[in-house]
């Protein structure tokens, strides 16, 4: 019997907690401890053993065997503690990790649960073998809530939070190759559909889980505001497939390795990334060339003919690039006031597409309060943990990164004012649907919530970590 995709996974020479016999259903027990602490979250594709123990059922146990279990190296290195600013080496894979004492084995269980939970079940047989009738692959993973929530995908409500929990953390590979099909893409490309999802695996692994904002969730976030706009009839009349292709696939990998700081941090400490790209738009460069990477490892478009692509790829990524948007919203605006903006133009649908991208990524505060309230103390989280590093280290703390002297009624209300606002106004007038209003509509009413002390306090974020030890 095959074992079920969605358990969580701890070694076998370890006792199982038994917080988890009680929340949990099952255990899937792995055939060696090196699952925790491995290099690279890629290289856990790797497992090809393990014993599933249902607790509903004491007396059976299941066996799920691919293979030998192929040895890994050590883990990732601690970070230098007391190195001078200029230096300071910092381990972005643990940056966001909870320091406080943990028991053992809970912060192994949380993050490697939801790694391998995807990525054993892109080894499972229904994967490895091609399908003969339609394709649709991941109708056999499905649960019905999933199914349910995908049907109402397009709504400016769907709550991403709780498709999160329903998918077990997979909401980036689940929804996005939902809307390939959707869409059609799948079948007009004639894109593979394992190598898609092996795509949509390797993307999703190499975001930073730890990230409170800047992980696969908010990627997930942004593919599906993406998708909602391009729905709209000034789009969805006029993109054409190749434009549709290029949308999602920079929406899931916009934020592609974030390590969780913002570019000042990484130009200041001397980070390989600020050099390379000579310190300008240095984290959206990353992302498209990490992109790039994954696209030709998972031979996704290789048989399609060479184009420009990549670098049409690139562009979308790099307008999301916040310190740019003045310029890209000035063009923007003065097509809109000259009334010359034409579809059928090349160059202006490229631009249109870019201020979509820039739209989709920072929409939450258009979003209902009860799920922009969420990300605003998301965001606000990871900002103010760079700020503490950056204490930690003698450096200077960054704008809006001092949880002494910053809150996050201040940040989001001068974000929504300076930037969201100015932004969403010009959409507005270029797509002026229901769609469009209503997001202004939220936006206001968050701003006047942000603004407003009598108002009851909004969601605080929590470590994963933390809820681990309730």
Same mark, same amino acid.
């Given at each position: 019997?095959?074992?079920?995709?969605?358990?969580?996974?701890?070694?076998?020479?370890?006792?199982?907690?038994?917080?988890?016999?009680?929340?949990?259903?099952?255990?899937?027990?792995?055939?060696?401890?090196?699952?925790?602490?491995?290099?690279?979250?890629?290289?856990?594709?790797?497992?090809?053993?393990?014993?599933?123990?249902?607790?509903?059922?004491?007396?059976?146990?299941?066996?799920?065997?691919?293979?030998?279990?192929?040895?890994?190296?050590?883990?990732?290195?601690?970070?230098?503690?007391?190195?001078?600013?200029?230096?300071?080496?910092?381990?972005?894979?643990?940056?966001?990790?909870?320091?406080?004492?943990?028991?053992?084995?809970?912060?192994?269980?949380?993050?490697?649960?939801?790694?391998?939970?995807?990525?054993?079940?892109?080894?499972?047989?229904?994967?490895?073998?091609?399908?003969?009738?339609?394709?649709?692959?991941?109708?056999?993973?499905?649960?019905?809530?999933?199914?349910?929530?995908?049907?109402?995908?397009?709504?400016?409500?769907?709550?991403?939070?709780?498709?999160?929990?329903?998918?077990?953390?997979?909401?980036?590979?689940?929804?996005?190759?939902?809307?390939?099909?959707?869409?059609?893409?799948?079948?007009?490309?004639?894109?593979?559909?394992?190598?898609?999802?092996?795509?949509?695996?390797?993307?999703?692994?190499?975001?930073?889980?730890?990230?409170?904002?800047?992980?696969?969730?908010?990627?997930?976030?942004?593919?599906?505001?993406?998708?909602?706009?391009?729905?709209?009839?000034?789009?969805?009349?006029?993109?054409?497939?190749?434009?549709?292709?290029?949308?999602?696939?920079?929406?899931?990998?916009?934020?592609?390795?974030?390590?969780?700081?913002?570019?000042?941090?990484?130009?200041?400490?001397?980070?390989?990334?600020?050099?390379?790209?000579?310190?300008?738009?240095?984290?959206?460069?990353?992302?498209?060339?990490?992109?790039?990477?994954?696209?030709?490892?998972?031979?996704?478009?290789?048989?399609?003919?060479?184009? $420009? *692509?990549?670098?049409?790829?690139?562009?979308? /990524?790099? &307008?999301?690039? #916040?310190?740019?948007?003045?310029?890209? @919203?000035? +063009?923007?605006?003065?097509?809109?006031?000259?009334?010359?903006?034409?579809?059928?133009?090349?160059?202006?649908?490229?631009?249109?597409?870019?201020?979509?991208?820039?739209?989709?990524?920072?929409?939450?505060?258009?979003?209902?309060?009860?799920?922009?309230?969420?990300?605003?103390?998301?965001?606000?989280?990871?900002?103010?943990?760079?700020?503490?590093?950056?204490?930690?280290?003698?450096?200077?703390?960054?704008?809006?990164? $001092? *949880?002494?002297?910053?809150?996050?009624?201040? /940040?989001? &209300?001068?974000? #929504?004012?300076?930037?969201?606002?100015? @932004?969403? +106004?010009?959409?507005?007038?270029?797509?002026?649907?229901?769609?469009?209003?209503?997001?202004?509509?939220?936006?206001?009413?968050?701003?006047?919530?942000?603004?407003?002390?009598?108002?009851?306090?909004?969601?605080?974020?929590?470590?994963?970590?933390?809820?681990?030890?309730?």
């Amino acid at each position: 019997m095959e074992v079920c995709s969605q358990l969580p996974v701890l070694p076998l020479d370890r006792p199982v907690p038994q917080h988890v016999l009680r929340r949990r259903g099952a255990i899937s027990l792995g055939t060696s401890s090196a699952l925790f602490g491995g290099p690279s979250p890629r290289q856990l594709c790797k497992r090809r053993g393990g014993v599933s123990y249902n607790s509903a059922d004491q007396a059976v146990l299941y066996l799920h065997l691919l293979g030998d279990v192929k040895q890994r190296g050590p883990g990732p290195s601690e970070p230098v503690r007391g190195a001078p600013h200029s230096h300071v080496k910092v381990d972005y894979q643990r940056f966001h990790c909870h320091q406080g004492p943990v028991r053992p084995g809970a912060r192994g269980l949380k993050s490697h649960r939801r790694r391998l939970s995807f990525q054993r079940g892109l080894k499972s047989r229904h994967l490895r073998q091609r399908p003969s009738g339609p394709q649709h692959l991941l109708d056999q993973v499905y649960n019905c809530q999933v199914k349910c929530m995908l049907d109402k995908v397009d709504s400016w409500d769907f709550d991403i939070f709780m498709f999160d929990r329903a998918t077990n953390g997979n909401g980036l590979v689940t929804l996005t190759f939902h809307l390939f099909l959707q869409l059609g893409l799948t079948r007009l490309f004639r894109l593979d559909p394992i190598k898609l999802r092996s795509f949509l695996v390797m993307v999703q692994a190499d975001y930073h889980q730890r990230n409170p904002y800047h992980n696969s969730l908010h990627a997930t976030d942004v593919t599906q505001a993406m998708y909602c706009f391009l729905r709209q009839p000034k789009l969805a009349t006029t993109l054409s497939s190749c434009d549709m292709l290029l949308a999602l696939v920079a929406a899931v990998t916009h934020d592609l390795d974030h390590p969780g700081v913002n570019q000042g941090f990484l130009v200041r400490t001397g980070h390989h990334l600020a050099a390379l790209y000579k310190n300008s738009s240095v984290l959206e460069s990353h992302h498209w060339r990490c992109a790039v990477s994954l696209l030709r490892e998972s031979g996704l478009l290789d048989h399609l003919p060479i184009t $420009d *692509r990549s670098e049409r790829l690139g562009s979308l /990524i790099l &307008a999301t690039d #916040i310190s740019q948007q003045n310029r890209y @919203l000035a +063009r923007f605006r003065e097509h809109l006031d000259r009334e010359d903006l034409s579809m059928a133009d090349p160059s202006h649908r490229h631009l249109v597409l870019q201020i979509t991208m820039k739209c989709a990524d920072i929409c939450n505060p258009c979003r209902v309060w009860r799920l922009s309230s969420q990300w605003s103390s998301r965001v606000t989280a990871e900002f103010f943990h760079q700020g503490d590093v950056e204490k930690k280290h003698g450096m200077a703390v960054s704008p809006l990164c $001092d *949880r002494l002297s910053d809150s996050t009624a201040h /940040i989001q &209300a001068g974000f #929504i004012r300076h930037v969201v606002e100015p @932004l969403f +106004r010009e959409w507005c007038r270029f797509s002026c649907t229901s769609l469009s209003h209503r997001m202004l509509a939220h936006l206001q009413t968050n701003l006047d919530r942000w603004t407003d002390p009598s108002q009851p306090p909004p969601y605080r974020y929590s470590n994963p970590d933390h809820l681990l030890e309730t």
